[in-house]
């Protein structure tokens, strides 16, 4: 009903930059939240920064400073700006997204994952 598909996950050398993309296809009347998670091997997932369809943004202590989300409401696409990267910010970046579909009455909130996009970060 709705999917999200992520893009510019790779391998960088420490300092460097990506960018992550997140675009939402699929039938909904609108997101509300939208956001990144990761998670690196053996470990839990963990979230990394947030906006909301108001432009208010979370980040973790881990990323902030670093890192910078934004958004296009025109087309349902969020990024993640990563800079100054390092190698324990290796790890799948999970795409998240808040989306408010219609239901048989009213309207339904639902929770999507992406696929997760790999970014390796070496020293």
């Known amino acids: 009903q709705v999917q999200l598909v992520e893009s510019g996950g790779g391998l960088v050398q420490a300092g460097g930059s990506l960018r992550l993309s997140c675009a939402a296809s699929g039938s909904f009347v609108s997101i509300n939240a939208m956001g990144w998670y990761r998670q690196a091997p053996g470990k839990q997932r963990e979230s990394v920064a947030s906006?909301?369809?108001?432009?208010?943004?979370n980040y973790s202590e881990s990323v902030k400073g670093r890192f910078t989300i934004s958004r296009d409401n025109a087309k349902n696409t969020v990024f993640l700006q990563m800079n100054d990267l390092k190698p324990e910010d290796t790890a799948v970046y999970y795409c998240?997204?808040?989306?408010?579909?219609?239901?048989?009455?009213?309207?339904?909130?639902?929770?999507?994952w992406g696929q997760g996009t790999l970014v390796t970060v070496f020293s």
């Open positions: 906006i909301t369809s108001g432009v208010k943004t």
């Open positions: 998240h997204a808040d989306p408010v579909v219609r239901g048989f009455v009213g309207f339904r909130y639902l929770e999507v």
